[in-house]
């Protein structure tokens, strides 16, 4: 299994330009979470997809962040437009949710954000 | 509000040596409580998990230590090893909820 795959794996920007992260989940997983890493703040969840629906996006840190999930094989995270504070490490990860408390979150190599 | 904490930030340990990461939370109606390991420019990935209703899991060199009335649990690593270094997130989630918690992290070096 290919397990989690993210892109780009590192981005480079402007401040005020548009910012797109992809996810591709683990096949067959149900669930799919996105989650930003700073040495700050360090990890937050800032929503969380079960079945494609947005189940909790409460912890996107303002109206400039959105994120989607057209099918279950595919996710995006925008951010417009972009600002230096938004330089983080972004993470998605998935899960197979089941009747099992705790189903593992499996988690991609990361997007590094900079904006400049 | 920070739900869970975690001590210490950082930790150095002899190889051979005993690692010990703590952590405390305050929501009781957590139910669920995974450690994650990461190494840079990974993703965090599962390493032991438990359940309140045990006071203690182990899995090869790695053992959660859980205390519910206290409501601290904590990851010990047995003859550490060099490969063992990495950052270690303790995580708490409530039972028909998939939103994981996470304390700060410990940065863990083993040195020969």
């Known amino acids: 299994d290919a397990g989690v795959i993210q892109s780009p794996r590192h981005e480079v920007t402007e401040m005020g330009q548009e910012v797109t992260l992809r996810c591709k989940p683990i096949?067959?997983?149900?669930?799919l979470f996105w989650y930003r890493q700073t040495m700050m703040r360090g990890l937050e969840l800032l929503i969380y997809?079960?079945?494609?629906?947005?189940?909790?996006d409460s912890g996107m840190p303002e109206d400039r962040f959105s994120a989607k999930m057209p099918n279950a094989s595919f996710s995006t995270l925008k951010i417009q437009p972009s600002e230096p504070r938004d330089s983080a490490v972004y993470f998605c990860?998935?899960?197979?949710?089941?009747?099992?408390?705790?189903?593992?979150?499996?988690f991609g190599p990361g997007t590094r954000l900079t904006v400049l | 509000q920070q739900q869970v904490k975690q001590s210490p930030q950082s930790l150095i340990v002899q190889k051979g040596g005993i690692s010990i990461i703590n952590c405390a939370y305050e929501?009781?109606?957590?139910?669920?409580f995974p450690w994650y390991q990461q190494f840079p420019g990974k993703g965090p990935a599962l390493l032991i998990a438990?359940?309140?209703?045990?006071s203690e899991k182990k899995e090869g060199r790695f053992t959660i230590s859980f205390n519910k009335s206290a409501k601290q649990f904590s990851l010990h690593i047995m003859d550490s090893q060099p490969g063992d270094s990495a950052t270690y997130f303790c995580?708490?989630?409530?039972?028909?909820?998939?939103?994981?918690?996470f304390g700060t992290g410990t940065r863990l070096t083993i040195i020969p």
């Open positions: 929501n009781t109606a957590f139910d669920y």
């Open positions: 990860a998935s899960s197979f949710r089941g009747r099992a408390l705790g189903d593992t979150q499996y």
């Open positions: 096949s067959g997983h149900n669930s």
């Open positions: 995580a708490a989630i409530t039972g028909g909820n998939e939103k994981l918690t």
């Open positions: 997809f079960n079945n494609n629906v947005p189940i909790d």
């Open positions: 438990i359940r309140p209703d045990v």
